[in-house]
């Protein structure tokens, strides 16, 4: 089944803001819709900022997908679909949220809209069992950070799931901010 035109355009438009924001490198982070059984997923090394159709694999429950090779962290999003009610995931590469990431296990946003709308970021450490503990973490939050490495946040769209990526790396930013001017 080629990808329903409405699910093409919120990848393309998702990837291109992601890549324009600098929350992903040239070929970083991955994108899914989920749709009945099946998903939609970015291919492995695809460029978020430059998404065709053809960068787009169909994954089925059974693990079969139609091409290109789906994403790397594809069993992640399934595990992800099967943990929480999403509707689609984003994974990006936020640089000041994946600085503070280190020597915690949760971040608390500083800033108003931060305390209101993701008050606790968990942060799951690298290792064994990491996808589980990623999906479990977001049947509380919209957003989760893998420590040294990235975020990832489920949404009823991937508007909404681009929404928190944001949210998470403005509150970073301003926490971040923040200690430096501490420092004078
Ligand atoms: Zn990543």
């Not at 992903?24 to 070929?27: E, I, K, N, Q």
């Not at 290109?68 to 790397?72: G, I, T, Y």
């Not at 990431?101 to 296990?105: H, Q």
């Given at each position: 089944m080629a990808i329903p035109e409405a699910t093409l355009r919120q990848l393309v438009g998702v990837g291109r803001d992601l890549y324009q924001l600098g929350m992903?490198?040239?070929?970083g982070g991955n994108l899914s819709i989920r749709d009945g059984h099946a998903l939609w997923i970015t291919g492995t090394g695809t460029a978020l900022g430059h998404l065709r159709a053809l960068d787009i694999s169909q994954v089925f429950a059974d693990g079969q997908h139609r091409p290109?090779?789906?994403?790397?962290d594809t069993i992640l999003h399934w595990t992800i679909y099967a943990t929480t009610q999403a509707g689609a995931i984003a994974h990006a590469h936020p640089h000041h949220a994946i600085a503070l990431?280190?020597?915690?296990?949760v971040f608390k946003p500083e800033d108003l809209e931060g305390q209101l709308h993701i008050p606790a970021v968990p942060v799951i450490e690298q290792g064994p069992l990491q996808e589980e503990k990623i999906a479990n973490a977001l049947r509380e939050s919209r957003v989760a950070l893998l420590q040294g490495h990235g975020a990832y946040a489920r949404g009823a769209s991937l508007w909404d799931a681009l929404h928190w990526l944001t949210a998470l790396e403005e509150s970073a930013h301003i926490a971040w901010l923040r200690r430096a001017m501490a420092r004078d």
């Open positions: 992903v490198s040239s070929r290109p090779p789906p994403s790397s990431s280190y020597d915690r296990d």
